[in-house]
C-alpha cells in the first residue's frame, strides 16, 4: 500500500477522500502530512486525527466529497466498485480503486506502479 500513498501524493495536492475505509488507515495517515484527506465508511470509526464522515456511499451525501481531486477506497467489496466511480462522476474528481484479490473493471485504466496493481478514472474536467 505504500506505492499506492506514493502514487496519490506524485499526482495530487488538495483534498482527497478515501471510501469504505474501516479500520485500515495507513495509507490516510501518510496522506494527511501532505492532503486535505476526508475518511468515509457506513459505521463511526476511531480515527487518528484525520477527518471522518459517516455515509453511506450508495446514498451520498455529495458534500462530503465536493471539491476533491481523488476518491479512492482499498479493497472495497466488487459491488462497490460503481457506487464509488458514481460519486467520483458527480463531484468531477478521479477515481482509484485498489480491488481485494483479482477482481477486475471493465471501464476503470488496469495500473501497475511499483508492484501495485489498481483501477484508476480521470474524471477531473479542470487541470
Known sequence: MEAIAEYILKNYKN?????????????????????????????????????FYVDDIMEPNLSIYKNSELIYSLRPPLELYSYIVNISKAVNADCLIRP????FS????????????????????DF
Open 15 to 51: 483534498k482527497v477522500v478515501e471510501v469504505c475505509v474501516g479500520n485500515y488507515f495507513k495509507v490516510a495517515e501518510k496522506l494527511s502530512k501532505k492532503l486535505d484527506i476526508i475518511c468515509v465508511d457506513l459505521k463511526p470509526r476511531k480515527t487518528p486525527d484525520i477527518k
Open 100 to 103: 481485494f484479490g483479482n477482481e
Open 106 to 125: 471493465n471501464d476503470g485504466k488496469l495500473i501497475n506502479y511499483k508492484g501495485e496493481r489498481f483501477y484508476i478514472w480521470l474524471n477531473r474536467q
